[in-house]
């Protein structure tokens, strides 16, 4: 007398929603961009009011902002402002254009594109421009 027992069957596995495609690493990289933007203008905002306070601290900050590391900070903010603004372009095409879901893939590869372009341009006039003040 030996009774069978069921098996329960496998666990179905169910992968997260986002499979690491290309529109997952665009909205990741949007998120990413626009905190940077943000503590960019808050040190910004920071900095800028020590005029008001003092102006030996203020002109004391903005020379620890004339070496190469804040040179090379600058062109990756340069990066942020570009990406963000490109892929927001996007996102409101996306969201308000009848056909925006339609092309969505299409628009991100034209965007990056164009981000390519036109971040290389400025760039290497950013480093060029590091290059001579050093």
């Not at 495609?21 to 961009?33: E, Y």
């Not at 203020?58 to 990066?79: C, F, H, R, S």
């Not at 990406?83 to 339609?102: C, E, M, Q, T």
């Amino acid at each position: 007398m030996t009774a069978q027992t069921e098996v329960a069957p496998e666990p179905v596995r169910r992968r997260s929603l986002y499979r690491g495609d290309p529109g997952m690493w665009s909205w990741v990289l949007h998120r990413i961009t626009g905190v940077s933007i943000f503590f960019f203008l808050f040190v910004h905002v920071l900095d800028t009011a020590m005029i008001r306070v003092n102006p030996n601290t203020y002109d004391q900050i903005i020379d620890t902002y004339k070496n190469p590391v804040i040179g090379l900070m600058e062109i990756g903010l340069v990066a942020c402002v570009l990406y963000h603004a490109l892929n927001g372009v996007r996102i409101i095409l996306v969201d308000f254009w009848s056909k925006g879901p339609k092309y969505q893939r299409q628009m991100l590869w034209v965007i990056s594109a164009i981000f390519v372009v036109v971040f290389a341009a400025g760039a290497i006039r950013m480093l060029a421009i590091l290059v001579d003040n050093l």
